[in-house]
């Protein structure tokens, strides 16, 4: 006897295959979210989570201090660039005239512009002279007392109250032994530390290893590198 024919099964109609497929991209999307989810957790959790801090930039020691932007501006109303030239060479007569190392940024301006120099923090004036200023912050969040040099005007006296973002001064050309259009910014952590890296005993720049200027800096005065924190309020 013949094996009877087996009935074949239906093909599938096509709104259940549009189905399949709506349900497989949908749960792609899914985890596609999920993966971008996790991945933006991972940055928020990378250097700087929770402190405001931006990325380090090379050769720059993550134990430098970098005060969170939070209430805080760049001390100049413009500028043409500065660099990491904190513990750089001054042994050619700019400043007291005697051999020593950088004790802060130069932020560059065009030569002769009139830039405008403002409080980078809520502060008290700790001391003030025809070319520099000593800012005390008053800032609960920040301890640090900033110097700028090289003004061509000073329009604060020392015990005046200032707020962030006030004008406090102009810079325009150069004064007090600097070379080039810039103005020093420095960074203390109390208001009456010298402004320079001495070198002592007679050592030149040409014999002070980057490691003993550190060393120096720590011990003699109170200046920190400002440069990461200018960077972060940039």
């Known amino acids: 006897m013949a094996d009877e024919e087996q009935p074949q099964s ?11 497929i709506v349900i497989g991209v949908l749960g792609f999307l899914c985890m596609l979210v999920v993966v971008i989810g996790a991945a933006m957790v991972g940055d928020r959790s990378g250097p700087g989570s929770g402190s405001g801090r931006a990325s380090l930039p090379p050769g720059v020691s993550a134990t ?33 005239g005697r051999p020593h190392a950088h004790g802060g940024i130069d932020i560059m301006h065009h ?39 090289h003004l061509s005007s000073v329009l604060v006296s020392r015990g005046d109250t200032v707020k962030v973002g006030q004008l406090i001064a102009f810079s325009a050309g150069y004064s007090g032994g600097a070379q080039g259009d810039h103005t020093h910014f420095g960074m203390m952590t109390c208001p009456n530390s010298p402004v320079e890296v001495p070198f002592s005993g007679g050592k030149t720049c040409s014999t002070v290893s980057m490691a ?19 960077v972060g309020w940039r």
């Not at 760049?74 to 043409?80: G, N, V």
């Not at 800096?217 to 200018?230: D, K, Q, R």
């Open 64 to 96: 430098a201090p970098q005060v969170p932007k939070n209430g805080h501006v760049f001390p100049l109303e413009r500028t043409t660039g500065f660099s990491n030239t904190w513990l750089a060479d001054r042994c050619g007569g700019t400043g007291s």
């Open 212 to 230: 003993e200027r550190e060393q120096i800096a720590a011990s003699t005065t109170c200046l920190v590198n400002p440069y990461p924190t200018l």
């Open 10 to 20: 239906a093909p599938p109609k096509k709104s259940q295959t549009w189905m399949v």
């Open 111 to 149: 030569k002769n512009d009139k830039v405008p120099d403002y409080a980078v923090v809520d502060g008290k004036i700790f001391k003030a002279s025809g070319s520099s200023i000593w800012l005390a912050s008053l800032n609960p969040d920040d301890q640090y007392t900033y110097y700028y040099t």
